[in-house]
């Protein structure tokens, strides 16, 4: 997953509760998490 670029294959194949799991994964604060869930 995290060799994807972020946005296209994580909100296609990801849904919502495996985007909120990469933020935690990737150990980012909320902001950069749904930064990258939201807008890309």
Do not use: F, T, Y
Request: glycine share 10%; charged share 40%.
């Amino acid at each position: 997953m995290a060799e994807a670029p972020p946005g296209q294959k994580r909100k296609r194949e990801a849904p919502p509760r495996e985007i909120q799991r990469q933020r935690h994964v990737r150990g980012d604060s909320q902001q950069s998490g749904r930064r990258c869930g939201v807008q890309e």
